[in-house]
Antibody
Framework: ELQLLESGGGLVQPGGSLRLSCAAS????????MNWVRQAPGKGLEWVSG????????YYADSVEGRFTISRDNSKSTLFLQINSLRVEDTAVYYC??????????WGQGALVAVST | QSALTQPRSVSGSPGQSVTISCTGT?????????VSWYQQHPGKAPKLMIY???KRPSGVPDRFSGSKSGSTASLTISGLQAEDEADYYC??????????FGTGSKVTVL
């Protein structure tokens, strides 16, 4: 059974850092690019970042470029998102999403990141 | 990248058909045949309903269909059912390995 399990979310002060993880199982992780998509409370979906299957090519939305770093450990079937210089507007549920080429055919349950004083 | 434009809400009675539009630009919807649609129930993760404009993943009822004309894509739900009440989001590939989502539409079954 295909599974994506995010962890690492929590309450952080503005300017702080957080590292999200997404443990994958049920598919050949190292054959797929992977993505992070976020959703602010009561708002829509926003693509944040993606990374190639081998991990050599990261991609970012303009809104997070320079503050977020995506990476992966194929030996552990795990995707990561390092978030630095957190802002209040980064408050969201962060979903790990498996792509089907140009769409996202499976999503994790999400990890809540709350940025507040 | 600006979000794709969707109507805030759409409603219909059981058995009726509803259509949700998704308007972008020549850089996203109009420039690629890679529009997808997602259904999201409250508190749940999104679920892929349509990909590559018109294709349905295995297990998605054929009541759901997609189309595109120019820079506007559409999702039609035929034979509306109570369980179809949810938020729906379109998405498009926007080049350079980037994606843009729509603003979201709430479908209400009257």
């Amino acid at each position: 059974e295909l599974q994506l399990l995010e962890s690492g979310g929590g309450l952080v002060q503005p300017g702080g850092s957080l590292r999200l993880s997404c443990a994958a199982s049920g598919f050949t992780f190292n054959q797929y690019a992977m993505n992070w998509v976020r959703q602010a409370p009561g708002k829509g979906l926003e693509w944040v970042s993606g990374i190639s299957a081998a991990g050599g090519s990261p991609y970012y939305a303009d809104s997070v470029e320079g503050r977020f770093t995506i990476s992966r450990d194929n030996s552990k079937s795990t995707l990561f998102l390092q978030i630095n210089s957190l802002r209040v507007e980064d408050t969201a549920v962060y979903y790990c999403a498996k792509p089907a080429v140009y769409s996202f055919d499976f999503w994790g349950q999400g990890a809540l990141v709350a940025v507040s004083t | 990248q600006s979000a794709l434009t969707q109507p805030r809400s759409v409603s219909g009675s059981p058995g009726q058909s509803v259509t949700i539009s998704c308007t972008g630009t020549s850089s996203d919807v109009g420039g690629h045949n890679y529009v997808s649609w997602y259904q999201q129930h409250p508190g749940k993760a999104p679920k892929l309903m349509i990909y590559d404009v018109t294709k349905r993943p295995s297990g998605v009822p054929d009541r759901f269909s997609g189309s595109k004309s120019g820079s506007t894509a559409s999702l039609t739900i035929s034979g509306l059912q109570a369980e179809d009440e949810a938020d729906y989001y379109c998405s498009s590939y926007a080049g350079g390995y980037s994606f843009v989502f729509g603003t979201g539409s709430k479908v209400t079954v009257l």
